[in-house]
C-alpha cells in the first residue's frame, strides 16, 4: 500500500471508476468534488418536480470491459435498460427512430451508479480544489477557503478539461493537453405538467436550431413522479450562442420550440428549470485513455480523453488507475 493516501479530485464516473480500481488493488483513498452530490454530468438535482436527471440521459455500452460492468451495475439494482418509444425530429417532422441501440439509465436515477461506486470511500463534497502542488515527496491539496488537504502521495485530476488543466500546472506538458481540449456547453431545461400530454413521444432525436434532444422523465424505469416532466436539452451550437442568456429567456425559448415540435396541446407548465452544463462534452474525441507524469505521481481522467461518453469516462479512469498502479 502507499506510504500516504491518493487523492482524486472529481467524483464524476470518471474519478469513481479510478476509485474503484484502485480500492480493489489495496489503495487507500480520498475523493473530492466541489458539488454537493456526486456524479458530474450523471448527477440528479432535487426540484419541486422531484429528483430530475439534467446531465446524462442515459448511457451505452460497446466495449467488453464497459458491458460487464454495466450488467454488474444492473445486478446490483443501480441500472436498468431503458426502451422509450424513440422519435427523431428534422425540418419540423417527427417520425418514429430506427435506432435500436440498447440504452442503460441509473435507478431510481442517474446518480444511483454514483452513489453505488462511492460505496463507503471517503468524499469531501463541497469542496472546490483551486490548487495541487508536490513538496520533496508528498502532494498537498488546497481548497477554495484556503484549506489545505494532504499529504497525499499520487493525486488524480478527474474533472473537465479546462478545469484540469488549471490543477495540472506541476505537469505543464498534462496541462497544455487538456487546455488544448475545447468543450461544448450545453442547456437543460425541465418543463413540468399537472396532466401528462396525450403523445406517444417518449424521447426524441431533434436536428434543428434550438433543439436536440427531448425526453419525457417519467419513461424512465424507477421513476415515481406526480407530474409529466420532459427534459429538454438544447443544441451544443445555440447554447453556445446564448451561453449567458437568463435562465428564464432559456427556458421561455425551448418550451416554444418544444410546442412547435411536439404532436400535440402542450399547456404552461406547472414547474420550470433551467441548468446550463459548461462544460458539457468535448467537441471531439482522443485516443489518450488518461494522462500520466508518472515522474511526478499527476495523473487526469475523464470522458475527454477518449469518446465523450460514460463508457469513456469509466474506460478513462480505469487507464489512469492501470499506469499509477504500474509505478507502485
Given at each position: 500500500?502507499?506510504?500516504?493516501?491518493?487523492?482524486?479530485?472529481?467524483?464524476g464516473i470518471a474519478g469513481l471508476s479510478a476509485a474503484q480500481?484502485?480500492?480493489?488493488?489495496?489503495?487507500?483513498?480520498?475523493?473530492?468534488?466541489?458539488?454537493?452530490?456526486?456524479?458530474?454530468?450523471?448527477?440528479?438535482?432535487?426540484?419541486?418536480?422531484?429528483?430530475?436527471?439534467?446531465?446524462?440521459?442515459?448511457?451505452?455500452?460497446?466495449?467488453?470491459?464497459?458491458?460487464?460492468?454495466?450488467?454488474?451495475?444492473?445486478?446490483?439494482?443501480?441500472?436498468?435498460?431503458?426502451?422509450?418509444?424513440?422519435?427523431?425530429?428534422?425540418n419540423g417532422q417527427l417520425s418514429p427512430s430506427a435506432d435500436?441501440?440498447?440504452?442503460?439509465?441509473?435507478?431510481?436515477?442517474?446518480?444511483?451508479?454514483?452513489?453505488?461506486?462511492?460505496?463507503?470511500?471517503?468524499?469531501?463534497?463541497?469542496?472546490?480544489?483551486?490548487?495541487?502542488?508536490?513538496?520533496?515527496?508528498?502532494?498537498?491539496?488546497?481548497?477554495a477557503e484556503g484549506n489545505n488537504h494532504g499529504p497525499f502521495?499520487?493525486?488524480?485530476?478527474?474533472?473537465?478539461?479546462?478545469?484540469?488543466?488549471?490543477?495540472?500546472?506541476?505537469?505543464?506538458?498534462?496541462?497544455?493537453?487538456?487546455?488544448?481540449?475545447?468543450?461544448?456547453?450545453?442547456?437543460?431545461?425541465?418543463?413540468?405538467?399537472?396532466?401528462?400530454?396525450?403523445?406517444?413521444?417518449?424521447?426524441?432525436?431533434?436536428?434543428?436550431?434550438?433543439?436536440?434532444?427531448?425526453?419525457?422523465?417519467?419513461?424512465?424505469?424507477?421513476?415515481?413522479?406526480?407530474?409529466?416532466?420532459?427534459?429538454?436539452?438544447?443544441?451544443?451550437?445555440?447554447?453556445?450562442?446564448?451561453?449567458?442568456?437568463?435562465?428564464?429567456?432559456?427556458?421561455?425559448?425551448?418550451?416554444?420550440?418544444?410546442?412547435?415540435?411536439?404532436?400535440?396541446?402542450?399547456?404552461?407548465?406547472?414547474?420550470?428549470?433551467?441548468?446550463?452544463?459548461?462544460?458539457?462534452?468535448?467537441?471531439?474525441?482522443?485516443?489518450?485513455?488518461?494522462?500520466?507524469?508518472?515522474?511526478?505521481?499527476?495523473?487526469?481522467?475523464?470522458?475527454?480523453?477518449?469518446?465523450?461518453?460514460?463508457?469513456?469516462?469509466?474506460?478513462?479512469?480505469?487507464?489512469?488507475?492501470?499506469?499509477?498502479?504500474?509505478?507502485?
Open positions: 500500500m502507499s506510504k500516504a493516501p491518493i487523492a482524486i479530485v472529481g467524483t480500481a484502485l480500492r480493489a488493488a489495496g489503495q487507500s483513498i480520498q475523493l473530492f468534488d466541489k458539488g454537493r452530490g456526486l456524479g458530474g454530468r450523471m448527477t440528479s438535482k432535487r426540484s419541486d418536480a422531484g429528483h430530475l436527471d439534467l446531465g446524462t440521459q442515459y448511457f451505452t455500452a460497446r466495449d467488453r470491459r464497459f458491458t460487464e460492468t454495466v450488467h454488474q451495475w444492473q445486478a446490483e439494482g443501480w441500472a436498468a435498460e431503458w426502451s422509450p418509444n424513440l422519435f427523431q425530429s428534422r435500436e441501440q440498447l440504452r442503460w439509465v441509473g435507478i431510481p436515477r442517474m446518480d444511483a451508479i454514483a452513489a453505488g461506486l462511492l460505496g463507503e470511500l471517503p468524499v469531501k463534497l463541497s469542496c472546490r480544489v483551486t490548487d495541487v502542488f508536490r513538496g520533496e515527496e508528498y502532494w498537498t491539496l488546497v481548497d502521495s499520487q493525486v488524480v485530476i478527474a474533472i473537465p478539461a479546462p478545469q484540469a488543466s488549471a490543477l495540472l500546472a506541476a505537469a505543464p506538458k498534462l496541462a497544455a493537453v487538456a487546455a488544448s481540449v475545447a468543450m461544448e456547453p450545453t442547456w437543460s431545461v425541465a418543463l413540468s405538467f399537472a396532466k401528462p400530454l396525450e403523445t406517444s413521444v417518449d424521447a426524441c432525436f431533434v436536428q434543428d436550431d434550438a433543439l436536440d434532444w427531448l425526453a419525457r422523465h417519467h419513461s424512465r424505469p424507477g421513476r415515481d413522479e406526480h407530474l409529466d416532466t420532459w427534459v429538454l436539452h438544447a443544441s451544443s451550437a445555440w447554447s453556445r450562442q446564448h451561453v449567458d442568456m437568463p435562465k428564464e429567456s432559456v427556458i421561455e425559448h425551448l418550451h416554444g420550440a418544444f410546442a412547435e415540435l411536439i404532436d400535440c396541446v402542450v399547456p404552461a407548465p406547472q414547474f420550470t428549470l433551467a441548468h446550463r452544463w459548461l462544460y458539457a462534452r468535448p467537441n471531439q474525441s482522443h485516443e489518450w485513455g488518461a494522462l500520466a507524469d508518472t515522474h511526478l505521481g499527476l495523473y487526469a481522467c475523464g470522458d475527454w480523453c477518449l469518446s465523450g461518453r460514460v463508457e469513456g469516462a469509466w474506460l478513462s479512469g480505469q487507464e489512469a488507475a492501470r499506469r499509477l498502479l504500474e509505478q507502485l
